[in-house]
């Protein structure tokens, strides 16, 4: 009884996967039309965001990224550029060539009126592109494989007549670390690739933080001063400590492009307005005056540097140890979580793998993380046996009368394309 109720869910699972529309051309390696979301989120290359506007076609006009599968795809022309590579499509070859060394983007070409009204409705209800296994990627003339995070082979996809590549794999070639950030606070995401830290580089950090840490940690307990510490003392204190600060801070540090400029120009800024007042008090004036002017501003910017400075150092601090923080993690979903034991039953070196006559197998649902279903479909029989459905019987194609209500059997095949038993399509 146990089994039979088995066959049934996993025949009915099928059923369900194929009127949701899980439907492909004939082919794996025909393009496939898919419904992708617009992604408006941020891409940061080491610590610098990338311009809306440096995501353009070969014409030079503004084009949407857009996500599809958990993968971002950004268009040719901007992966070109930054990999400062010439950037050729290759229509009739399906070849996408990227070489030289001096890739840069079209001249930008402003939207009209009607296109910006495109673009909202693009923004509300998607868009829709192809998916193409065929489109092969070749730098320098070796031929790229590109993968998500997951290891997954990802392919290609085009939108308007321009060509789109995964965002991670352009990371992947560029030799920069990737990480995503789901930013569930601000209702956002973001992208962020980073060179990789040299070790010379991680020691000197590590260097800086030994003696920065204690510090900043130190500015954050003045943040709440006791009374026997309000006064010049207090403030004394604090602009000592944001010298010393400014004292250790690396010089020539690219890491995360700018964080360390920012700690420097933030800690310079406020030792500048303390100093100033501490000049004055020093000079005679009374603290209370000197405190007091401006709505407290002086006050105010000892509190300040108290607060952001130990914030500061504490971004450089997950930087250095190249985390994002746990909760910034995208959100792993049921979905996510059932695809990937899927591609850990199924799939070989991230693709589906092949029988004796070269024909693709495997399950269904994973044709949302590949693009491109299997030429063999697994399903179970009505006599219990496991083995597979040939996409053109399983799936419904254009032109195909099927009367609602009824039912109809098709064949279930062994790997070797012995018949073993049927399937019940309703």
């Given at each position: 009884?146990?089994?039979?109720?088995?066959?049934?869910?996993?025949s009915?699972?099928?059923?369900?996967?194929?009127?949701?529309?899980?439907?492909?051309?004939?082919?794996a390696?025909?393009?496939?039309?898919?419904?992708?979301?617009y992604?408006?989120?941020?891409?940061?290359?080491?610590g610098?965001?990338?311009?809306?506007?440096?995501?353009?076609?070969?014409?030079?006009k503004?084009?949407?990224?857009f996500?599809?599968?958990?993968?971002?795809?950004?268009?040719?022309?901007?992966?070109?550029?930054?990999?400062?590579?010439?950037?050729?499509?290759?229509?009739?070859?399906?070849?996408?060539?990227?070489?030289?060394?001096?890739?840069?983007?079209?001249?930008?070409?402003?939207?009209?009126?009607?296109?910006?009204?495109?673009?909202?409705?693009?923004?509300?209800?998607?868009l829709?592109?192809?998916?193409?296994?065929?489109?092969?990627?070749?730098?320098?003339?070796?031929?790229q494989?590109?993968?998500?995070?997951?290891?997954v082979?990802?392919?290609?996809?085009?939108?308007?007549?321009?060509?789109?590549?995964p965002?991670?794999?352009?990371?992947a070639?560029?030799?920069?670390?990737?990480?995503?950030?789901?930013?569930?606070?601000?209702?956002?995401?973001m992208?962020?690739?980073?060179?990789?830290?040299?070790?010379?580089?991680?020691?000197?950090?590590?260097?800086?933080?030994?003696?920065?840490?204690?510090?900043?940690?130190?500015?954050?307990?003045?943040s709440?001063?006791?009374?026997?510490?309000?006064?010049?003392a207090?403030?004394?204190?604090?602009?000592?400590?944001?010298?010393?600060?400014?004292?250790?801070?690396?010089?020539?540090?690219?890491?995360a492009?700018?964080?360390?400029?920012n700690?420097?120009?933030?800690?310079?800024?406020?030792?500048?307005?303390?100093?100033?007042?501490?000049?004055?008090?020093?000079?005679?004036?009374?603290?209370?005056?000197?405190?007091?002017?401006?709505?407290?501003?002086?006050?105010?910017?000892?509190?300040?540097?108290?607060?952001?400075?130990?914030?500061?150092?504490?971004?450089?601090?997950?930087?250095?140890?190249?985390?994002?923080?746990?909760?910034k993690?995208?959100?792993?979903t049921?979905?996510?979580?059932?695809?990937q034991?899927?591609?850990?039953?199924?799939?070989?070196?991230g693709?589906?793998?092949?029988?004796s006559?070269g024909?693709?197998?495997?399950?269904?649902?994973?044709?949302?993380?590949?693009?491109?279903?299997p030429?063999?479909?697994?399903?179970?029989?009505t006599?219990?046996?496991?083995?597979?459905?040939?996409?053109?019987?399983f799936?419904?194609?254009?032109?195909?009368?099927?009367?609602?209500?009824?039912?109809?059997?098709?064949?279930?095949?062994?790997?070797?394309?012995?018949?073993?038993?049927?399937?019940?399509?309703?």
């Amino acid at each position: 009884m146990k089994g039979n109720l088995k066959v049934k869910v996993f025949s009915a699972l099928f059923c369900l996967s194929m009127l949701a529309g899980f439907c492909t051309a004939h082919g794996a390696t025909l393009p496939q039309t898919v419904h992708a979301e617009y992604w408006g989120g941020a891409v940061m290359v080491d610590g610098e965001t990338v311009m809306v506007t440096d995501f353009r076609d070969a014409s030079g006009k503004v084009v949407p990224r857009f996500s599809y599968g958990g993968t971002v795809y950004i268009p040719l022309p901007t992966a070109g550029a930054w990999l400062g590579k010439n950037a050729a499509w290759d229509a009739s070859s399906r070849t996408v060539s990227l070489s030289g060394t001096d890739g840069e983007l079209p001249a930008l070409v402003p939207d009209t009126p009607e296109e910006e009204l495109a673009w909202e409705k693009m923004k509300e209800e998607g868009l829709d592109v192809q998916l193409d296994p065929g489109i092969s990627i070749t730098m320098d003339g070796k031929t790229q494989k590109l993968v998500n995070a997951a290891g997954v082979t990802v392919y290609p996809a085009v939108y308007q007549n321009t060509v789109y590549l995964p965002l991670r794999s352009i990371g992947a070639l560029l030799g920069k670390e990737v990480a995503y950030d789901a930013l569930p606070n601000n209702g956002g995401s973001m992208v962020f690739l980073r060179t990789p830290l040299s070790p010379e580089t991680q020691a000197q950090l590590e260097n800086f933080l030994t003696d920065a840490l204690p510090a900043s940690h130190r500015l954050a307990a003045l943040s709440n001063p006791e009374a026997d510490q309000d006064g010049a003392a207090r403030l004394t204190e604090i602009e000592a400590l944001l010298e010393k600060i400014n004292g250790l801070i690396p010089e020539n540090c690219s890491f995360a492009g700018g964080r360390f400029a920012n700690l420097k120009k933030q800690t310079e800024l406020y030792q500048d307005e303390l100093a100033a007042g501490l000049a004055r008090i020093n000079a005679g004036e009374a603290f209370e005056a000197v405190a007091q002017e401006n709505d407290g501003a002086l006050l105010s910017s000892a509190n300040f540097a108290c607060l952001h400075i130990p914030q500061l150092i504490q971004v450089i601090q997950e930087g250095i140890t190249q985390k994002l923080t746990p909760e910034k993690q995208a959100p792993v979903t049921p979905e996510d979580e059932t695809l990937q034991h899927l591609a850990e039953i199924w799939l070989v070196d991230g693709d589906y793998p092949r029988n004796s006559r070269g024909e693709t197998y495997g399950a269904l649902d994973l044709e949302r993380m590949l693009g491109y279903a299997p030429d063999l479909i697994a399903a179970a029989a009505t006599n219990g046996k496991e083995g597979f459905v040939r996409q053109e019987d399983f799936m419904v194609m254009p032109g195909t009368v099927v009367e609602i209500g009824k039912s109809y059997m098709i064949p279930v095949y062994d790997l070797e394309g012995n018949v073993i038993g049927e399937f019940e399509m309703s």
